[in-house]
């Protein structure tokens, strides 16, 4: 069975930083895109990074370009999120899966709804 375990939120004041991470346990790591996700209450979950299986591409949502860098071991099966100058929107409930790869990038949307995990959650409050 595919399993996803998220950690490393918490909470953090305005501009301030975090390191999520997410480990994989089930599959062939390096088959696979991994995406982080994030959904705030009242609102649909929405992708924020996306790294492929090579890690040679990557996919950041326009909010986070610049501030959010993703990253992955393959030997550990396990995909980081670092996220810096972190804002009340980025406010949410994190997850990831694995996601389709198109022509060597991510298809963000195209994500393995049966491998979430429970998530980490992410508060940005002074």
């Known amino acids: 069975q595919w399993q996803f375990v998220e950690s490393g939120g918490g909470l953090v004041q305005p501009g301030g930083s975090l390191r999520l991470s997410c480990a994989g346990s089930?599959?062939?790591?390096?088959?696979?895109?991994i995406g982080w996700f994030r959904q705030a209450p009242g609102k649909e979950r929405e992708g924020v990074a996306c790294?492929?299986?090579?890690?040679?591409?990557?996919y950041y949502a326009n909010s986070v370009k610049d501030r959010f860098t993703i990253s992955r071991d393959n030997a550990k099966s396990t995909v980081y999120l670092q996220m810096n100058s972190l804002e009340p929107e980025d406010s949410s409930v994190y997850f990831c899966?694995?996601?389709?790869?198109?022509?060597?990038?991510?298809?963000?949307?195209?994500?393995?709804?049966?491998?979430w995990g429970q998530g980490t959650q992410v508060t940005v409050s002074s």
């Open positions: 790294i492929v299986s090579s890690g040679q591409n990557t």
């Open positions: 089930g599959f062939i790591a390096d088959r696979y895109a």
């Open positions: 899966t694995a996601v389709r790869e198109l022509e060597g990038h991510c298809a963000i949307r195209a994500w393995r709804a049966d491998a």
